[in-house]
T-cell receptor, first 112, second 113 residues
Framework: AQSVTQLGSHVSVSEGALVLLRCNYSSSVPPYLFWYVQYPNQGLQLLLKYTSAATLVKGINGFEAEFKKSETSFHLTKPSAHMSDAAEYFC??????????FGAGTTVTVRA | NAGVTQTPKFQVLKTGQSMTLQCAQDMNHNSMYWYRQDPGMGLRLIYYSASEGTTDKGEVPNGYNVSRLNKREFSLRLESAAPSQTSVYFCASEETGGRDGYTFGSGTRLTVV
């Protein structure tokens, strides 16, 4: 069975500052890892995914994430926050068994 | 390109009523999923269909049934709605099982009173 823990339910950053969202996972097999973004009253949109190729994964909107097996982590970063980054972010893990397990989500607020 | 289409977008039910949430995808994906989203709990899998003709229970299947009508459509039925089923329901699809990342619909906001 796999599970995901997202550290921090709310993160507030200034516009132009670094965005760092933390995700730790547990999986009994090599995992597939994902980050999704959800804007208010919308569905989830895939930001990026790790599927056992490069450990540093680049996604849309300037986000990237690094897979660290030794730390069982897949943290999401963006060097410079923009007002449009205000949203809820979800980390998810799959053991290649069709089912994604999602973290509880982190809401990002961007201050002008 | 429509992607994943869910209907209805909003629904209010009385306790004990039944309803079916509809989902259709136009990407020729094999796998389809139903999740519910509740505040502070992320998304939890209700049922999924790995391929046309198959369905399996997820993490929270009690009180729900599903039908994979064909490759495009996957419906979720509440036979006797309860207030605990007040939630936002998302349908998703994927080409292969858990490797590619899902495409989500825009959700159905259900309130049971």
């Amino acid at each position: 069975a796999q599970s995901v823990t997202q550290l921090g339910s709310h993160v507030s950053v200034s516009e132009g500052a670094l965005v760092l969202l933390r995700c730790n996972y547990s999986s009994s097999v090599p995992p597939y890892l994902f980050w999704y973004v959800q804007y208010p009253n919308q569905g989830l949109q895939l930001l990026l995914k790790y599927t056992s190729a490069a450990t540093l994964v680049k996604g849309i909107n300037g986000f990237e994430a690094e897979f660290k097996k030794s730390e069982t982590s897949f943290h999401l970063t963006k060097p410079s926050a923009h007002m449009s980054d205000a949203a809820e972010y979800f980390c998810a893990v799959s053991a290649n068994d069709y089912k994604l397990s999602f973290g509880a989500g982190t809401t990002v607020t961007v201050r002008a | 390109n429509a992607g994943v289409t869910q209907t209805p977008k909003f629904q209010v039910l009385k306790t004990g009523q039944s309803m079916t949430l509809q989902c259709a995808q136009d990407m020729n994906h094999n796998s389809m999923y139903w999740y519910r989203q509740d505040p502070g709990m992320g998304l939890r899998l209700i049922y999924y269909s790995a391929s046309e003709g198959t369905t399996d229970k997820g993490e929270v299947p009690n009180g729900y049934n599903v039908s994979r009508l064909n490759k495009r459509e996957f419906s979720l039925r509440l036979e006797s709605a309860a207030p605990s089923q007040t939630s936002v329901y998302f349908c998703a699809s994927e080409e292969t099982g858990g490797r590619d990342g899902y495409t989500f619909g825009s959700g159905t906001r259900l309130t049971v009173v």
